[in-house]
């Protein structure tokens, strides 16, 4: 089974959704999709994009960014993501037009195509030029700042229906449309140290505990 709980760092946990395991995957791997399943599922519906319009997503490679990307290639979305040097043929092979958030992100974004929605996932103080791109605040979501009030753009933050992430998990992993790496696992006494390299905001995919 993999799924969601509360008070997982514990040798038991009851689990309050789960399903079957996906064939193919091991533990850890599993472990690492259902929380950021239900983000992008939940952010790509608030943002109302639709198949054959162009979603912007800042912050794309980490582990929301790597699930919304997917989800949007097999919907025909087309992604325009942004992240360091280091991930750009990552965001490529994911199926994103990319491009380096940092000094003139927003023209190069410019150059990539025109966009109709927009996604902050790095809480990276650009909810102006996102609001600017799109046209309109009602077509921007930030899951990450916390001045999404002053720019009139949503902030999502209340969960989604688990069960449906784990179905459509289990659906695009079947369909070979779905892969988040594990950057990196600790053992349950390294938590600390996870916690802490993971809110450097710098991790490609997921960052797993083995209990
Ligand atoms: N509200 C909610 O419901 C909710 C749910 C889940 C997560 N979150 C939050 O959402 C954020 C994203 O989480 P995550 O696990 O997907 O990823 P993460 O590890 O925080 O990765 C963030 C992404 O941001 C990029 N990035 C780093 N610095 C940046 C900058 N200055 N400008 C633009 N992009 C930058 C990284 O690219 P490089 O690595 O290439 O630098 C990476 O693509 C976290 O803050 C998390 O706490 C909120």
């Known amino acids: 089974?993999?799924?969601?709980?509360?008070?997982?760092?514990?040798?038991?946990?009851?689990?309050?959704?789960?399903?079957?395991?996906?064939?193919?995957?091991?533990?850890?791997?599993?472990?690492?999709?259902?929380?950021?399943m239900e983000t992008a599922l939940r952010v790509i519906r608030e943002v109302g994009v639709r198949p054959g319009q162009t979603l912007l997503?800042?912050?794309?490679?980490?582990?929301?960014g790597s699930a919304v990307l997917q989800i949007a290639r097999d919907r025909g979305i087309t992604v325009i993501g942004t992240a360091g040097v280091a991930n750009q043929d990552y965001l490529r092979s994911l199926g994103a037009l990319a491009t380096t958030y940092g000094e003139g992100w927003a023209?190069?974004?410019?150059?990539?195509?025109?966009?109709?929605?927009?996604?902050?996932?790095?809480?990276?103080?650009?909810?102006r030029e996102l609001v600017d791109l799109t046209g309109d605040p009602h077509r921007v979501v930030s899951i990450a700042d916390p001045?999404?009030?002053?720019?009139?753009?949503?902030?999502?933050?209340?969960?989604?229906?688990?069960?449906?992430a784990l179905a459509e998990t289990t659906g695009l992993l079947a369909r070979g449309g779905l892969r988040i790496p594990v950057e990196k696992s600790y053992p349950l006494a390294e938590a600390a140290?996870?916690?802490?390299?993971?809110?450097?905001?710098?991790?490609?995919g997921r960052r797993v505990l083995i209990v």
Request: aromatic share 8%.
């Open 147 to 164: 001045a999404t009030a002053e720019f009139g753009v949503r902030f999502s933050g209340t969960a989604g229906s688990m069960p449906e």
């Open 57 to 64: 997503v800042s912050g794309a490679s980490g582990g929301v």
């Open 193 to 204: 140290a996870a916690h802490i390299e993971s809110q450097a905001g710098h991790t490609r």
């Open 107 to 127: 023209e190069r974004v410019r150059r990539l195509g025109r966009v109709d929605a927009a996604l902050d996932l790095a809480g990276s103080s650009v909810l």
């Open 1 to 36: 089974m993999f799924g969601e709980g509360t008070s997982t760092y514990a040798e038991f946990a009851v689990l309050s959704a789960w399903a079957r395991m996906p064939g193919g995957l091991t533990f850890e791997e599993a472990a690492g999709y259902p929380s950021v």
